[in-house]
Each structure stands twice: as C-alpha cells, then as structure tokens.
C-alpha cells in the first residue's frame, strides 16, 4: 500500500524567510509525484510532477527535488500569497491511476 | 489547463437521504476521478473512470457510491443512503494523458456534503 507522509504539518515564516516542506514516501514502482497546492474550501491546484530522482521543478519562489525516498518543496523568500496548505502525492505503478495524498503541511507566511 | 466544474457548491441533507454531485468537464476527456476530503483530513481516493466504466475504486467507495457519465458529458457521484460520516468535501478531477498513460490530475472547486 503506497503511503506518504508530510512533515511539517505546520510552518510559520516572516516574509522572505526561506523554508523547505518534506515529502517521505513509499510506494511500489513510483509513476509519479505530485505537489499540489490547497487554498481553504478550494480543490487542490497542481504545481508540479516529478518522474524520477534527481529531477527537479521551479515555478516562481517555489522549487521541488526528488529523490528515491522524498521529495523536497522548497519556498524561496516568501511572500503572504504563498500561505496555503502543500499536498503531496503519488501515483503507484502498481495502485493504478488513483493518487495516494500526504496530510499537507499548512504554511502561514506572515508580512 | 482548465479543470472541471462541480455542482452543486454546496448539498446539505439529511441522513438516509440520496444526493447527487455533479462534475462537468470543460472538454473532453476520458479520465475522471472522485475524490473526498473530510474536515482536517487527508484527501482520500474514490474511483477512477475510464472510457465510461470504474476502473478502480477505493475500500470506501462501497455499494452506497455509484458512479455515471448519463449523457455523455456530466459525470455524477450518488450516494443512494447518507450516513453522517458521509460529511466532507467530495472533488472531481479529470486526468491529463500523455502518450497513453494518466499524469497529473486537475481538480475542481469541489462540493461541501453536510449530512445533518
């Protein structure tokens, strides 16, 4: 069963005050994953997918890593736009197309 | 990419009641998922559907889920008895293809299920 777990589940930063969010996960012949970010009372808005270890993404202040084990969201010098919670997923080889979601971890980024 | 939109926004109902939530996609595709999300909670898998059948579904999605696509074009998610438990927010998303296989998923705004 493909599991993933988030830590922190909550992060305060001062504006410009960089940070990384962690991504543990094991899953059985990983397809893909996925950060996604959660606005309260909305759906999940996707960021990025990684493939494969040692790829990495960048979209404006906010870059994610992989590796074989984790994947790293890193948040370069905030801004309170960027308070929402991050999701993490997976998509197994052998769990079909379904995403496996982590708990999140709620940033708050103060001005 | 657009993703879906869901009605209605908001479904209040009491148990034992069926609801129906509804999920249009802004173009076609072929692959659409339920997912829900109870308050403070993880999002959870439901079922996928591919080409107009379920190709997966989750433990939870047991005999009081069922899934359409009635007209072609509206995909729904019944819940023929609400339970209590049943109170969270559901969202559909649709997948993207890439050479044949699924990749990302957009989801929509979602529907918040009370069942009082």
Redesign the interface.
């Known amino acids: 069963e493909d599991q993933v777990t988030q830590s922190p589940e909550a992060l305060r930063l001062q504006e410009g005050e960089s940070s990384s969010l962690n991504c543990s996960y094991t899953v059985s012949g990983l397809?893909?994953l996925?950060w996604?970010r959660q606005d309260p009372?909305?759906?999940?808005?996707?960021l990025f997918?990684l493939y494969s270890a040692g790829e990495e993404k960048e979209k404006e202040r906010l870059k994610a890593t992989l590796t074989k084990k984790e994947s790293f969201l890193h948040i370069t010098a905030p801004k309170p736009e960027d308070s929402a919670t991050y999701?993490c997923?997976v998509?197994g080889g052998a769990?079909?197309?379904?995403?496996?979601?982590?708990?999140?971890t709620r940033v708050l980024v103060k001005p | 990419e657009p993703?879906v939109t869901q009605t209605p926004s908001h479904q209040v109902t009491q148990m034992g009641q069926e609801v129906i939530l509804r999920c249009v996609p802004i173009s076609n595709h072929l692959?659409f998922?339920w997912?829900r999300q109870i308050l403070g909670?993880?999002?959870?898998?439901l079922v996928?559907f591919?080409n107009n059948e379920i190709?997966?579904k989750?433990e939870i999605f047991d005999d009081q889920f069922s899934v359409e696509r009635p007209d072609g074009s509206n995909f729904t998610l019944k819940i023929r008895s609400t339970k209590l438990e049943d109170s969270a927010?559901y969202?559909c998303?649709r997948?993207r293809i890439a050479g044949g296989?699924?990749?990302?998923?957009?989801?929509?705004?979602?529907t918040?299920l009370t069942v009082t």
């Open positions: 397809r893909g996925f996604y009372g909305k759906g999940p808005e996707f997918t999701l997923a998509q769990a079909g197309n379904k995403l496996t979601f982590g708990g999140g | 993703e692959y998922y997912y909670q993880k999002v959870e898998f996928s591919y190709s997966e989750s927010m969202f998303a997948g296989l699924p990749y990302e998923q957009y989801f929509g705004p979602g918040r």
